[in-house]
Each structure stands twice: as C-alpha cells, then as structure tokens.
C-alpha cells in the first residue's frame, strides 16, 4: 500500500520486459531498508569481535598487571622466609608469620589468575556465542533480503512485452495493498 507518485505508463502503450511501469511513495519501505542493512552491518561486526581475542592495550595492560603480581609474589616469598628464620629465632611470634604465609597465597593466587585471564585473552569467544552471532547474521540477511524485495516492490517492472491495457490509479491516489495500478496484455493473450 501507498501513494502512486509516478506513472510511467499510459494506456495503449508499447512496453517493453522489464521496463519500469510505476512508483509509490517509498520512503518508509526504504527507511526499513536502511535499518535492516544496520542490523546486517552491526551483527557481522559483533561476529568479527568474538572471532578475536582481547585488543593489544588489554593484553598489554594484563601483562603489567601480571608482572606486578609476580613481583609481589616475589616480595611475600622473601618475607615469608624472613618470618621463618625469626620465628625459628624465637624474634617473632606465630600470628606474623602465619600472616607473611598467607600474604604469599594470596599473591599466589594473583598470579595464577592473571596468567588464566592472559591465556583467555588471545582467544576468540566461546563457540556458543560465535555460532549464536553467525544466526544473527543469517536473520539480518533474511530482513535485509526482505527489505529490498519490498523497495523493489514500489518501482515494479513489465514482467512482459505487452500493450498497456489500463491504468487504474493516477499520481497522488492512495493504492491499497495488492490492488493493480496497470493491466497488461501480451500479444500472445490478444483473441
């Protein structure tokens, strides 16, 4: 349904396979287009970034984090040991160096972490989700296809060589949905 804007066509007119008999207005059809096209754009840059691993400045960022983290394991190692040898030396009690062992856990702990979010960081996103965007992909195409049969669908062509019959409508008129606008008449339909 819409608005015929332009007749190409008159009565008793020659017309030729595939020439253009008529337009409706077609900027919402157009519009919807526009916005499934979008969505098809959208849905395959979703898919290209779970195809990927975390950007550079991430792993960078989780590299310094990591480096941080092993120093730190490094500082709570030596303490540790430091606790140890006071402890045996009757210098410090065994609160401080329970403390100084479970300091050392902790880092450790932070180290082990960093270095599984390093490994995951330079692999793509889980199957599911990349198998779920490549179906988001396959419904955009869908509407983007749909789309352009209906934009198609506002500027019809002449499925036939064939003779103007009739045009039913004029410019301006309001043409409900799957009502003609031009009838057409192959020669070979002439009795």
Same mark, same amino acid.
């Given at each position: 349904?819409?608005?015929?804007?332009?007749?190409?066509?008159?009565?008793?007119?020659?017309?030729?396979?595939?020439?253009?008999?008529?337009?409706?207005?077609? /900027?919402?059809?157009?519009?919807?287009?526009?916005?499934?096209?979008?969505?098809?754009?959208?849905?395959?840059?979703?898919?290209?970034?779970? /195809?990927?691993?975390?950007?550079?400045?991430?792993?960078?960022?989780?590299?310094?984090?990591?480096?941080?983290?092993?120093?730190?394991?490094?500082?709570?190692?030596?303490?540790?040991?430091?606790?140890?040898?006071?402890?045996?030396?009757?210098?410090?009690?065994?609160?401080?160096?329970?403390?100084?062992?479970?300091?050392?856990?902790?880092?450790?702990?932070?180290?082990?972490?960093?270095?599984?979010?390093?490994?995951?960081?330079?692999?793509?996103?889980?199957?599911?989700?990349?198998?779920?965007?490549?179906?988001?992909?396959?419904?955009?195409?869908?509407?983007?296809?749909?789309?352009?049969?209906?934009?198609?669908?506002?500027?019809?062509?002449?499925?036939?060589?064939?003779?103007?019959?009739?045009?039913?409508?004029?410019?301006?008129?309001?043409?409900?949905?799957?009502?003609?606008?031009?009838?057409?008449?192959?020669?070979?339909?002439?009795?």
């Amino acid at each position: 349904a819409g608005y015929l804007r332009e007749l190409a066509v008159t009565e008793g007119q020659q017309v030729q396979s595939d020439q253009p008999l008529f337009r409706l207005e077609s /900027s919402e059809v157009t519009s919807n287009q526009q916005t499934a096209l979008a969505s098809l754009k959208k849905a395959q840059a979703q898919a290209a970034d779970l /195809s990927k691993g975390k950007r550079s400045e991430e792993i960078t960022a989780l590299e310094a984090q990591l480096g941080a983290a092993q120093a730190a394991l490094r500082l709570s190692e030596q303490e540790l040991s430091r606790q140890q040898r006071l402890r045996q030396q009757g210098f410090s009690n065994q609160a401080t160096l329970d403390q100084a062992a479970s300091s050392r856990l902790q880092a450790q702990g932070k180290v082990r972490d960093l270095k599984a979010q390093l490994s995951l960081a330079s692999q793509a996103a889980r199957s599911d989700l990349r198998q779920a965007a490549q179906a988001d992909i396959t419904a955009a195409e869908a509407q983007t296809g749909h789309a352009d049969w209906l934009v198609a669908q506002t500027s019809p062509l002449s499925p036939v060589t064939a003779t103007v019959e009739e045009t039913l409508y004029q410019p301006g008129e309001w043409i409900p949905a799957g009502s003609p606008v031009v009838t057409l008449l192959a020669p070979e339909a002439v009795k």
